[in-house]
């Protein structure tokens, strides 16, 4: 069974930094793309940035590029993303996701941990 767990987020003023993680396990990622993505109620779910394991290729949204980078650990099979100058507009859930193919569409995600909430305070 696949799970990917999230940790790592919480309260941070504006032009802080906070390091996500999301563990993968149930199955060999070695191939897989994982990616993060944020939300706020009422609007869909949105790219933030994506790690191809395989590879180490990162891709980030314009919005946070620049201020996030997002790093692996395979023995781990965990993935970081580092975040920093962190702005309100920052606030959201933020998802892990894994899937065999990149794309900036959470719809073609296939595996998503629970979320874990980042809140940046002005």
């Known amino acids: 069974q696949v799970q990917l767990v999230e940790s790592g987020g919480g309260l941070v003023q504006a032009g802080g930094s906070l390091r996500l993680s999301c563990a993968a396990s149930?199955?060999?990622?070695?191939?897989?793309?994982m990616g993060w993505f944020r939300q706020v109620p009422g609007k869909e779910r949105e790219f933030v940035a994506a790690t191809m394991w395989s590879t180490g290729n990162t891709y980030y949204a314009d919005s946070v590029k620049g201020r996030f980078t997002i790093s692996r650990d395979n023995a781990r099979n965990t993935v970081y993303p580092q975040m920093n100058s962190l702005k309100p507009e920052d606030t959201a859930v933020y998802y892990c996701a894994a899937d065999p193919i990149y794309s900036r569409d959470y719809r073609r995600y296939r595996y998503w941990g629970q979320g874990t909430q980042v809140t940046v305070s002005s």
């Open positions: 149930g199955r060999t990622f070695d191939r897989y793309v």
